[in-house]
């Protein structure tokens, strides 16, 4: 089912552009985020494209290709030019993608030449700021008194907002309905609107917002920017702690010599003073990874996040 519909998207949607960055017109470059406008992933691959662009001097044009969990976007990468296309992807979502679904064509880590690093950011379990869940204890209390009637949003099947709300299924010993959206956008708004009782996201997506209250951060000690948030260690939720991992990765013939360029621009300038600021309001501290060292992150992170998806049993047909 899936590779149809990766099939049909990739049949519908516009040839990805294949210009080399060393060509003196300097012409485009493509960031493919295999997500909907105004998530994290998006916010952070338009910080990335900015820095692109005032570096290289290479016009660069963020292309959203959501739906699949991110499968349709990367495929879509991992099939295409060598050089002039790059994508922007959860590395948790990406390694979940083909760990539970045996149709995801592509392997996330031979399939791509793996970039720069672009931010580590934490989630967050949130609720309604205004219902009565004021606490990981009410929900388990509440979910634990009615097996599936708390529901709870992800941002979609086999993403890492799905694996995570699976283990806390787990260590909660409690059911909760899981409710996939395309996207965080989506199921905050049902959140608010009280069609579900949470969800689990990037706490960019969800921290600001005033609308939610967030019970937890999926860290291990409470976050400087929300101090006043309980990390799921403290809430007794250790096997929460992660973070979402956002990076930047090119089809697996792209020149080293593109991927290096790429990544000096990008370390360079998500490391200036003013976005070292934004990047810690997001909860995401600076980094300065060279192509090999986030490579080795990469396939670190694949292997864990494909185990922990195996034992929560999610599957996708």
């Not at 997500?35 to 570096?55: N, V």
């Not at 979502?93 to 580590?120: C, E, K, M, W």
């Not at 096997?239 to 360079?268: C, H, K, Y």
């Not at 090999?292 to 494909?306: D, L």
Request: aromatic share 4%.
């Amino acid at each position: 089912m899936l590779r149809r519909s990766l099939l049909a998207a990739a049949l519908l949607a516009p040839p990805l552009a294949a210009p080399a960055l060393g060509q003196a017109a300097r012409r485009p470059l493509r960031l493919v985020v295999p997500f909907p406008a105004g998530g994290t992933a998006d916010l952070l691959g338009r910080l990335a494209a900015r820095e692109i662009e005032q570096a290289l001097g290479a016009p660069v044009v963020v292309d959203n290709r959501a739906g699949a969990g991110g499968a349709i976007g990367s495929d879509a990468v991992a099939r295409g030019p060598a050089e002039g296309v790059i994508l922007l992807s959860n590395i948790a979502s990406q390694a979940i993608g083909p760990a539970v679904n045996r149709s995801v064509p592509y392997n996330p880590v031979t399939d791509f030449r793996h970039i720069a690093l672009v931010a580590a950011v934490p989630s967050a379990i949130a609720v309604a700021a205004d219902g009565p869940i004021r606490s990981m204890a009410d929900l388990v209390a509440r979910a634990k008194a009615q097996a599936g009637a708390v529901r709870f949003g992800s941002t979609g099947i086999g993403t890492s907002s799905h694996v995570k709300l699976e283990l806390l299924k787990r260590a909660a010993g409690v059911d909760i309905t899981h409710v996939p959206y395309r996207g965080s956008a989506p199921a905050t708004a049902d959140v608010i609107g009280g069609q579900v009782e949470g969800l689990i996201a990037a706490v960019p997506d969800i921290g600001n917002n005033d609308r939610l209250r967030l019970l937890a951060i999926t860290l291990p000690e409470r976050a400087a920017r929300w101090p006043d948030v309980p990390s799921v260690v403290e809430a007794g939720f250790p096997d929460l702690v992660a973070t979402n991992w956002f990076g930047l990765s090119g089809p697996a013939a792209m020149p080293a010599d593109q991927a290096a360029e790429i990544n000096r621009a990008v370390v360079a300038g998500l490391n200036t003073p003013a976005l070292v600021e934004r990047l810690a309001s997001l909860g995401a501290p600076p980094n300065r990874m060279t192509p090999a060292e986030y490579s080795e992150m990469v396939s670190s992170e694949v292997t864990r996040w494909a185990e922990i998806a195996r034992s929560a049993q999610i599957r996708v047909e």
